[in-house]
């Protein structure tokens, strides 16, 4: 949610779900809705049906008597299939293998090095992994601050660069990485204002501004295989997808087939073009499809016009809609075609999606293994992985990371990461390429480096040994 100030953002972070924030909308009877909507979606046999019945019979009416007009309703086409919600397999055989909370000690990682970034909560942190140049910077998002750093070998940190927004009452939830055409490292970000900066790390200056949400931004992602598009998780319901080389927005994703509430995360996929996740307030997991729109991403790199004179097209169903969560979904990622999702139910969710290319909206999912993390019930609590997927950390609202070893079954936990000064909630973890270092921005506006602890040799003996 974006609040006016960075006090009540806090408060309702804090906050369990259910307590962080009044209804959005008035409640309604329901009575009264079921049946207005029972009504409206009669098929047309059961309304013809209802009219005979409201009307006289021909041997009660006078011969004299005007005869009454019987009005016969539209034929509604019924909803199609991808409205509907999906939910896991249950039965023999359907069961989940689950992690021991017991850590493997596979890889030891120790505290090197705690850095204030301010006063204000730090919402975000991420690696660059577009780059292999890069692949040792970090960017991190607090306030109205964006920052860029590097990890020295050392343990420590490096500020690079430090960018602060005009409007001083802008909180930054998000941060990501693109590029230009020509390589240049891009930084983009976006908060309460729903306003998307980018800003070119080369130049340092401001490169696009993006407008078109009509809330807060609580996600931004870059497409790893075409890294000048973007799309943009928002209050507003809506994911938009945009092109950041020319400023255009290409696509709209909301509506019929949208979430209900607001989106908190999105995610594309490493190897499909055209598909992303996307997660929200809802209670869902949506899969969405850009295949039959891409001649538009296409056109959007050749567009001459102004911007604003852009055919930008509306995409209102998904491929799958997965209500596999009881309550607010605030991270997903892809894994291979797998989706890892995360609810404020102190658990991370491995699930398969099958899905019917020809039917969209059928199929089913299977949840295949998950991941406990204790003291996680609160939201916009974020998971990152390396770049292999290899391992996941996650934080908690005690300031303990819990790092997962992603492809095993079950899931074994490599190592618990805690350290006594570490007091506050844990907003988003970055793992560096190879999960050698991992870390983590905290509400009380930290930055925690953990490196893994090189492990023993056996010594050498000497001559006076021998």
């Not at 398969?352 to 406990?372: A, F, M, S």
Request: charged share 20%; aromatic share 10%.
């Amino acid at each position: 949610m974006g609040p006016t100030s960075r006090n009540q953002k806090s408060s309702q972070k804090d906050a369990a779900p259910n307590e962080a924030k009044p209804p959005r909308y008035p409640q309604r009877n329901r009575s009264i809705t079921a049946s207005a909507s029972a009504s409206a979606f009669a098929s047309p046999a059961v309304a013809n049906s209802r009219v005979a019945k409201e009307r006289p019979s021909s041997s009660t009416a006078g011969e004299g008597e005007p005869q009454e007009t019987v009005l016969k309703l539209p034929s509604i086409p019924t909803l199609p299939a991808r409205m509907a919600k999906l939910v896991p397999l249950e039965g023999l055989g359907c069961e989940a293998a689950v992690g021991s909370l017991t850590p493997s000690r596979e890889r030891e990682y120790k505290v090197t090095n705690k850095h204030t970034e301010g006063r204000r909560p730090v919402y975000a942190i991420v690696f660059n992994f577009l780059d292999v140049r890069y692949y040792d910077i970090f960017a991190t998002a607090c306030g109205p601050r964006l920052s860029t750093y590097c990890c020295l070998m050392n343990g420590k940190f490096a500020l690079l660069q430090s960018y602060l927004d005009d409007d001083m009452n802008e909180s930054f939830f998000t941060v990501s990485w693109a590029c230009d055409i020509d390589g240049n490292p891009l930084l983009v970000a976006a908060g309460s204002t729903g306003i998307i900066r980018v800003i070119n790390c080369a130049t340092e200056k401001i490169y696009k501004s993006l407008v078109g949400h009509g809330g807060s931004v609580n996600e931004i992602k870059s497409q790893p295989l075409n890294p000048s598009l973007i799309i943009s998780a928002s209050k507003d319901e809506s994911i938009k997808l945009w092109n950041v080389q020319t400023g255009i927005l290409i696509l709209v994703f909301g509506g019929v087939g949208g979430h209900r509430h607001e989106v908190l995360g999105v995610d594309f996929h490493t190897s499909d073009i055209y598909r992303f996740l996307s997660c929200g307030m809802d209670n869902t997991v949506r899969i969405w499809s850009m295949k039959e729109f891409w001649e538009y991403v296409e056109k959007s790199y050749s567009w001459t016009d102004a911007t604003s004179k852009f055919p930008t097209k509306f995409v209102q169903f998904p491929v799958l809609c997965a209500e596999i969560h009881s309550n607010y979904v605030d991270c997903t990622k892809w894994l291979g075609d797998f989706v890892l999702s995360k609810s404020v139910e102190n658990e991370i969710l491995l699930w398969e999606p099958i899905t019917k290319e020809e039917n969209p909206g059928e199929g089913h999912i299977d949840v295949l293994q998950k991941y406990p993390v204790p003291e996680c019930n609160i939201w916009f609590m974020k998971f990152s992985c390396d770049f292999h997927h290899n391992q996941l950390a996650i934080g908690n609202r005690d300031g303990k990371v819990y790092v997962w070893k992603v492809q095993t079954s079950p899931p074994v936990l490599i190592a618990r990461l805690n350290n006594p000064q570490v007091k506050s909630a844990i907003r988003q973890t970055a793992v560096s390429f190879d999960g050698s270092t991992i870390l983590a921005c905290t509400e009380d506006g930290n930055i925690w480096r953990w490196d893994e602890v090189d492990h023993p040799t056996a010594p050498v003996p000497s001559k006076k040994q021998k």
